[in-house]
């Protein structure tokens, strides 16, 4: 049987011919990281979901040096929507900043010697990390 662009396309194997004849959609988020103020030692977490077509993919970046590899985990489903969650924990005051939700459908947004068809939108959070009075005694009584 032979199946030329029609729907049924895709349920004899050819996926690929569906999604290349689907015209890009300009991603959009549904859910915006949240600013968080929290304290020494403690967790945060953003989260961002996308929409677009095909799904975007969603990248998280800091604007500073950023939280260290050891202390972050993100997590990143890709079904109906885009969706993702960076976890940040033991926090330390130079964990302070601005965290950025990226995401992109193009399929070229990753290719350095290609300009992209459409923008990465961004989304953008801060992390404000903070000492207690209970902790600031603490450390002096220790000195």
Not at 48 to 60: F, H
Request: some cysteine; hydrophobic content about 40%; overall charge neutral.
């Amino acid at each position: 049987m032979f199946c030329f662009f029609s729907p049924s396309c895709y349920y004899f194997g050819m996926e690929l011919l569906t999604l290349i004849l689907t015209p890009l959609k300009v991603s959009g988020f549904i859910k915006s990281p949240l600013s968080q103020i929290r304290l020494i030692n403690d967790s945060a977490e953003l989260h961002c979901e996308v929409i677009g077509s095909p799904i975007p993919e969603v990248q998280w970046w800091f604007l500073f040096d950023g939280a260290r590899d050891d202390r972050v985990q993100i997590n990143a489903t890709y079904i109906a929507h885009a969706t993702s969650t960076i976890h940040l924990v033991s926090l330390a005051l130079n964990d302070s900043g601005t965290y950025e939700c990226r995401a992109s459908n193009d399929p070229d947004r990753n290719e350095l010697k290609k300009t992209p068809k459409i923008k990465w939108i961004r989304s953008q959070a801060n992390v404000i990390v903070i000492e207690s009075e209970w902790q600031k005694k603490h450390k002096e009584s220790q000195v």
